[in-house]
């Protein structure tokens, strides 16, 4: 066993403290990565705090991982030692069944194998990125561009495919008026790939101090949802909402902003059930849909397109003794717009 460390909950009462812990060997068809950056999601805080499901405990957090490759299997083909890497939310899958075959292991039948909180196709827990190093099955190990600030790709790795893949899926682009709900961690990967497939963008957001820094992230547009003159205006106009809020919030008012036949896209995860009122839907055919992360495939699509536009995450980059402050942080919206920690400092 190949001996780490990393920062763990034991519980989910108690905040992330040292813990050292075994990784499996690398076999013949496994990585091994030395973790340099992994980037701090809503979710890991979600997951850690039993919000969603009652977790697998010690849980070694984190699933934007970035980091160099020191070791190889017998039998890895498209990988070598000292090359960049990337890992995921996924580090398995059934891999045969329609979904995986298609491309969307991340909607395996069978179910993904997450890179944390999850246990492994033997049933061992799986441990994430907050932590010194990792090791996964080749065909779940993404090529990372030298080009890009490594520490800000991180990032890329789950709210950077999360927004990515329901914008190519619904093949938004030239042509349609986006709004994108939200500017945070997700919410300004989605205005920065809005931009770059040509969509018309509009911030939506309860804060008007955040006006600025949308239009500096290149939207065209900016409304306030908490004036109703703003709100009004802009009713009936959107072709696409990009919704990447993890609080409750009025569904039947954002649905009267869509256009008719409008798609009100999911991707933040509110810790309570959405509420919608039937004709929110009826009056105008309009269409409320999730998407998760993206596949393999369109994964390593969006890093490399990443790295021929220069599109990063806007990140702070934090000492991981400080990962609680940063939680809390994260909670007040006070951050632009991804924390990433600095594994230099575990």
Not at 115 to 132: E, H, I, L, Q, W
Not at 200 to 210: A, C, D, G, Q, R
């Amino acid at each position: 066993m190949i001996q780490a460390k990393g920062y763990a909950a034991q519980d989910a009462q108690t905040d992330l403290a040292p813990w050292n812990f075994e990784r499996r060997e690398v076999g013949p068809h496994d990585i091994q990565i030395e973790i340099l950056f992994c980037g701090v999601c809503h979710s890991d805080l979600h997951q850690i705090k039993n919000d969603w499901f009652p977790g697998i405990f010690p849980m070694v957090p984190g699933h934007e991982i970035v980091g160099r490759i020191v070791k190889t299997g017998d039998h890895v083909k498209n990988f070598k030692p000292g090359q960049l890497a990337g890992v995921g939310c996924m580090v398995d899958s059934c891999q045969v069944c329609e979904n995986c075959k298609d491309g969307l292991e991340q909607y395996c039948l069978e179910g993904s194998t997450q890179t944390y909180n999850s246990n492994d196709r033997a049933g061992v827990p799986t441990y994430g990125g907050y932590s010194n190093s990792i090791v996964v099955r080749e065909e779940f190990v993404l090529h990372v561009s030298e080009k890009l600030s490594l520490a800000a790709t991180a990032p890329l790795l789950c709210a950077g495919i999360t927004t990515y893949s329901p914008l190519r899926h619904w093949k938004v682009g030239k042509g349609h008026k986006l709004a994108v709900l939200g500017l945070g961690g997700l919410g300004h990967m989605g205005v920065k790939f809005g931009v770059a497939f040509g969509a018309e963008v509009t911030v939506l957001s309860t804060s008007p101090s955040k006006e600025a820094a949308a239009k500096e992230l290149g939207a065209h547009h900016f409304v306030v949802t908490s004036d109703p003159a703003q709100l009004e205006a802009v009713k009936g106009s959107f072709d696409f909402i990009l919704d990447t809020v993890s609080a409750v919030h009025d569904m039947d008012m954002y649905l009267s902003l869509l256009r008719t036949n409008g798609t009100h896209i999911c991707v933040g995860v509110p810790s309570e059930a959405y509420a919608i009122q039937p004709f929110s839907l009826l009056g105008g055919r309009k269409s409320v849909a999730g998407s998760g992360i993206g596949g393999i495939a369109e994964t390593q699509e969006m890093l490399d397109f990443c790295a021929e536009h220069n599109i990063v995450s806007d990140i702070e980059l934090i000492d991981i003794k400080d990962i609680t402050a940063s939680y809390e942080r994260m909670l007040k919206g006070d951050v632009r717009y991804r924390f990433v920690i600095d594994m230099a400092t575990l």
